[in-house]
T-cell receptor, first 113, second 114 residues
Framework: GEEVAQTPKHLVRGEGQKAKLYCAPI?????VFWYQQVLKNEFKFLIS????????ETGMPKERFSAKCLPNSPCSLEIQATKLEDSAVYFC???????????FGSGTRLTVV | GQQVMQIPQYQHVQEGEDFTTYCNSS?????IQWYKQRPGGHPVFLIQ?????EVKKQKRLTFQFGEAKKNSSLHITATQTTDVGTYFC??????????????FGQGTILTVHP
């Protein structure tokens, strides 16, 4: 399809619980990116993939965050032991080429209570 | 590290007025991209500029990339209520392993009064 499909749209977790977010990139797009958007509109880069290979994970809090893009499955972003500060909208985006415009998914709003 | 700054943070205009947002990078960029995010929505890619001094137009929107490839602007002529949203500029992150990672500006929130 021509859209990046993110699920779920909303997710509420108690502090300390696990959260798992999914993203199906556009078919044919080799690059997948995860960003966190917090209240002040700031985008924080988390991780990128080229196909199923991690390209850049410099933005990931590694002790609690993990992500995968496996063949024939949606990509996933998992947060173990969520904290209040993880509350944000998590956007997945895909791109056909490096250094070209992203197509963003509609995002997952994570609320940690 | 690399910074991409946008001004103004907010802009309120009357419908029909023009609007401009400015973007400045602390480093030279290979390209600059612009996105629009409607309230409650997701960013939508508008355009990419690559060449020094490049100017591109999309209907009422005019995009410019500075000669030094460190700044850019988006100008909207005769705003309409459909132009409401946050406009972000973004440039490839500095460093040899950026691999398409973007650094986003803080965005300019545009409101249009009918």
């Amino acid at each position: 399809g021509e859209e990046v499909a993110q699920t779920p749209k909303h997710l509420v977790r108690g502090e300390g619980q696990k959260a798992k977010l999914y993203c199906a990139p556009i078919k044919g797009h080799s690059y997948v990116f995860w960003y966190q958007q917090v209240l002040k509109n700031e985008f924080k880069f988390l991780i990128s993939f080229q196909n199923e290979n991690v390209f850049d994970e410099t933005g990931m809090p590694k002790e609690r965050f993990s992500a995968k893009c496996l063949p024939n499955s949606p990509c996933s972003l998992e947060i173990q032991a969520t904290k209040l500060e993880d509350s944000a909208v998590y956007f997945c985006a895909s791109s056909q080429q490096q250094n070209y415009g992203y197509t963003f998914g509609s995002g997952t709003r994570l609320t940690v209570v | 590290g690399q910074q991409v700054m946008q001004i103004p943070q907010y802009q309120h205009v009357q419908e029909g007025e023009d609007f401009t947002t400015y973007c400045n990078s602390s480093t030279t960029l290979s390209n600059i991209q612009w996105y629009k995010q409607r309230p409650g929505g997701h960013p939508v890619f508008l355009i990419q500029l690559v060449k020094s001094g490049e100017v591109k137009k999309q209907k009422r929107l005019t995009f410019q990339f500075g000669e030094a490839k460190k700044n850019s602007s988006l100008h909207i002529t005769a705003t309409q209520t459909t132009d409401v949203g946050t406009y972000f500029c973004a440039g490839p992150s500095a460093g040899g392993t950026s691999y398409g990672k973007l650094t986003f500006g803080q965005g300019t929130i545009l409101t249009v009064h009918p």
